[in-house]
């Protein structure tokens, strides 16, 4: 019922800076939060970055202070600022949130977008 669609993934060199955006979709009452996941060959699914409708926000340590995490509730999206790129953040990163479809739905239910590739070289 409810789609997350990822896009601004790429290649860059270390130091450089990518823009991720997400755009959920579908049967939406709210949306309670939406997270930035990552995951790199070989290792488990990490949260990157998340934030609440409040305006709330928490960040891995290992990137605190180079991303920077957005949220425009009207639009339903997200998106991650991401500067100073290392090689080691390169992974899939993954949009997340958790949706309230109707004002009947007391209970927020959880999706995943596709994934999109990030590359840094060195």
């Known amino acids: 019922q409810v789609q997350l669609v990822e896009s601004g993934g790429g290649s860059v060199q270390a130091g450089g800076s990518l823009r991720l955006s997400c755009a959920a979709s579908?049967?939406?009452?709210?949306?309670?939060?939406m997270y930035w996941y990552r995951q790199a060959p070989g290792k488990q699914r990490e949260l990157v970055a998340a934030?609440?409708?409040?305006?709330?926000?928490n960040y891995a340590d290992s990137v605190k202070g180079r991303f920077t995490i957005s949220r425009d509730n009207a639009k339903n999206t997200v998106s991650l600022q991401m500067n100073s790129l290392k090689p080691e953040d390169t992974a899939v990163y993954y949009c997340n949130a958790d949706v309230r479809p109707t004002i009947a739905t007391t209970r927020p239910r959880n999706y995943w977008g596709q994934g999109t590739q990030v590359t840094v070289s060195s």
């Open positions: 934030m609440t409708s409040g305006g709330s926000t």
């Open positions: 579908g049967t939406i009452f709210s949306i309670n939060a």
